[in-house]
């Protein structure tokens, strides 16, 4: 696999991080990766994140302090992993679409989001818009599960060690690694899932299993670990932000709580 920079991006900004782990898990063999239009499918990306972010969020929270009150403390884990879970089953109905989506822009399939979904539903049906679904479910519930569980189960360690809330900083920190790790652990799931969303309806894959069967078969399980530099970046990143923020907001709310 040869990676060939355009002479427009030869300083690779954080934002193109999602393209570019999207094309080397969805390249096969010794394919070539154009690294051009990096930024090709970010604003409906952008678009789909927000509500699917505020849907797991409205579904995570409340499930969180219920199965907490309902489990023993020592328990609090499990509590965790389930409000995970439950939290990313809500946001997969918007996710997948916008995944799919931003994929299939992302490999040069589409030049457009509204192109994109007018020919996958006229070609595909509406079901296309779901592609990989179950794969998706397979990588993003136990993405959710982890990456929260262990988010939530480091600021409690912390926090007894403290004896103090944490700020800002200390929660972005905690977030990073959080996310970084739990972006390694879900790379051979993401790869799978990326590689059936973006077939189309040529079905090269029969499912999840063939699709690992014949990426072993034919490029070597390692070909399962593509793209985890950029992704455990990207994810890092994110993670950095996104606990960040979640927490600052929780803060901000219960404060003008009356």
Request: hydrophobic share 45%; glycine share 12%; net charge positive.
């Amino acid at each position: 696999m040869h990676l060939k920079h355009d002479s427009k991006t030869n300083d690779l900004e954080i934002s193109c991080l999602p393209k570019l782990f999207v094309l080397l898990q969805a390249a096969r063999g010794g394919g070539k990766i154009i690294l051009k239009g990096l930024y090709s499918g970010l604003p409906g990306n952008l678009a789909g994140v927000l509500p699917a972010s505020a849907v797991f969020v409205g579904v995570y929270e409340p499930a969180k302090q219920k199965l907490l009150r309902s489990f023993p403390e020592n328990l609090s884990a499990v509590a965790h992993l389930t409000a995970g879970a439950l939290g990313g089953l809500a946001a997969s109905l918007i996710r997948v679409p916008t995944e799919v989506v931003k994929q299939r822009m992302q490999t040069g399939q589409f030049a457009s989001a509204p192109d994109a979904v007018r020919l996958i539903v006229s070609k595909e049906g509406f079901k296309g818009l779901y592609a990989g679904y179950g794969s998706f479910l397979l990588r993003d519930l136990p993405f959710d599960a982890i990456q929260f569980c262990i988010y939530e189960q480091l600021r409690l360690g912390y926090k007894l060690a403290a004896r103090r809330d944490l700020n800002d900083p200390e929660n972005s920190v905690i977030g990073a690694f959080a996310g970084a790790l739990t972006g390694a652990i879900t790379t051979p799931l993401d790869v799978i899932k990326t590689r059936l969303m973006v077939q189309g309806s040529a079905n090269q894959y029969k499912g999840i299993f063939d699709c690992v069967q014949t990426i072993c078969r034919e490029e070597g399980p390692s070909a399962l670990l593509k793209g985890i530099g950029p992704r455990v970046l990207w994810i890092g990143i994110g993670g950095s932000i996104f606990f960040g923020v979640l927490e600052r907001t929780k803060r901000i709310l219960a404060e003008r709580r009356p």
